[in-house]
């Protein structure tokens, strides 16, 4: 996929006040939409992937963990996890839940990632990529490889352009396929030949890529889940 297929016509001013829109967005909803321990709902998407997550010895990175699904995936499989939000209420409401973990991280993921080169071999990034523009998503992609040791994976989940109940092709498009909704947030959707561009193949191996749905709040969510490694060396 040739670059050129973006078209920038936003500023990072532009770009910093949508998230902190979203921020304020999500800050509001955790704090009605914040469960207990007991009503969190795991809903196993990450079994496509439990091979990778079973032999992982080290940390595993939650990008975006919102209410905790997959902190409760990961915790039940007794495996030492970090969730990550950009929320302060998600990270309260996470600290709350799961007073067991030692590590929680809140910081804004455009800023980069607060982990030492080569720390770990799993990162998830569960609907939590979809919202930057094309040069903000290739630092966070640049970042998590930066944090993954070598032929370390990154799994993860992003909006496909046929989401059409939740805003595919809807509001004004900045760039290629990246929409800026009525109220002022961003929100991207991917195809498999984005996928392809963002994890280019100089940098990693495509491992996983289909695209599938989910149930989510009422309707049908349409997504594309992957996986990707960290390229081999030679």
Known sequence: MNSDRFKNDSNKQNEQIANLKAQEQWNEAFKVYGRNRNEIK????????????????????????????NILYLVEKEKDVIPCDYSIVAMQN????????????????????????????????????????????????????????????????????????????????????LYETNDGKYKRFFDKDDILHFFNSSN???????????????QEKVLITGAVQVKKND
Request: proline share 3%; glycine share 8%.
């Open 204 to 218: 990693w191996d495509v491992l996983f890529l289909q695209e599938q749905t989910m149930g989510r709040y009422g």
């Open 94 to 177: 996470i600290s709350n839940n799961f007073p067991e973990l030692e590590v929680t991280k809140q910081f804004d993921m455009t800023k980069g990632l607060p982990f030492q080169d080569n720390f770990t071999d799993v990162v998830i990034a569960d609907l939590s990529l979809h919202y930057f523009t094309e040069a903000t998503t290739i630092y966070i992609i640049n970042e998590i490889k930066r944090v993954l040791k070598p032929n370390g994976r990154l799994l993860y989940r992003v909006n496909s352009i046929n989401d059409i109940n939740y805003g595919a092709g809807q509001g004004k498009e900045i760039e290629h396929h």
């Open 42 to 69: 795991v809903d196993g998407w990450m079994d496509i992937f439990r091979d990778y997550i079973e032999v992982c010895e080290t940390p595993i990175i939650d990008l975006g963990c919102g209410s905790g699904n």
